[in-house]
């Protein structure tokens, strides 16, 4: 009885966090169809994967592992402390081109234990969607901003890059970083959007937004003309381009950062 109580409970936490993946409570048609089940932590493998009972490999889903082997090994140490407990999952229904399920997790205990949330609110890692186009739990945005404010893990005395220090981004080439800065202009083309946070004609970092990713911003009221001057916080790979550049794959990878309408320049 105490097993199916744990169970629903679970399964419950999930399913409401599927159902705020978005603002207006619709999940992203990339966040549909997830089958919900449960397993169990056999071993953490490389990159936070989990070597599940069922003999599945899966990856949680909305993180980004840390590139820094402290900070990896701190996280797989927790994961690690889960290892044998039962799991409620709520789960992709294809895996991944490596083979692993996307999923999210909860302990089955009276008190369960979301991994992703408890993860990202320790600040052992950081919020990404990866390779998708959406981010289903975009309240772990919430966790880990709290997590920033608090200086815990990653977060300890190195908040995130101002889009103004060109240089300290260009020594971060091919790494995931997360940056915060004012949009100066906007520029619609016809594959891309270009949000540039420098004056025009001196070198800066520019966010670039794939032609689908912006059609769903346009969605959520982010046009170019409600970003211009706006304080935003984004994060991805930085390229170099004519200077630093992070490709947003995701709408959720851009956030507002300051509540009221900014001066238009």
């Known amino acids: 009885m105490r097993g199916r109580i744990a169970a629903c409970l679970g399964l419950a936490l999930l399913a409401g966090a599927a159902e705020a993946a978005s603002p207006r409570g619709r999940e992203p048609p990339a966040c549909r169809g997830r089958i919900s089940g449960q397993d169990r932590i056999e071993a953490i493998a490389a990159r936070g994967d989990l070597v599940l009972a069922s003999g599945r490999r899966a990856r949680l ?9 402290a900070a990896a ?4 140490a927790w994961l690690a402390g889960l290892a044998g407990r039962p799991l409620a999952t709520r789960e992709a229904p294809e895996p991944d081109r490596w083979g692993r399920i996307t999923l999210d997790a ?28 959406s981010l289903c739990r975009p309240g772990l945005l919430a966790l880990e901003d709290a997590a920033r404010r608090a200086g815990h893990g990653l977060w300890a005395g190195t908040p995130p890059v101002p889009t103004e220090d060109v240089a300290r981004l260009k020594e971060r080439v091919g790494r995931f970083v997360v940056v915060e800065g004012r949009v100066r202009n906007v520029g619609e083309r016809e594959r891309r959007t270009y949000l540039n946070f420098a004056p025009f004609g001196t070198e800066g970092v520019t966010v670039t937004v794939s ?30 381009w004519r200077g630093p550049t992070l490709d947003i794959g995701a709408a959720e990878m851009i956030e507002l950062l300051d509540e009221e309408q900014a001066p238009r320049r």
């Open 211 to 240: 032609k689908r990713t912006w059609r769903i911003m346009l969605e959520r009221g982010f046009s170019s003309v409600a970003l211009r001057g706006r304080r935003v916080r984004a994060r991805g790979f930085v390229e170099l």
């Open 106 to 133: 909860v302990t089955l205990d009276e008190e369960p234990v979301d991994l992703a949330g408890r993860l990202v609110a320790a600040g052992l890692v950081q919020v990404d969607a990866g390779e998708g186009d």
């Open 61 to 69: 889903d909305g993180l980004r592992w840390p590139d820094e082997p």
């Open 73 to 76: 090994e701190a996280a797989r």
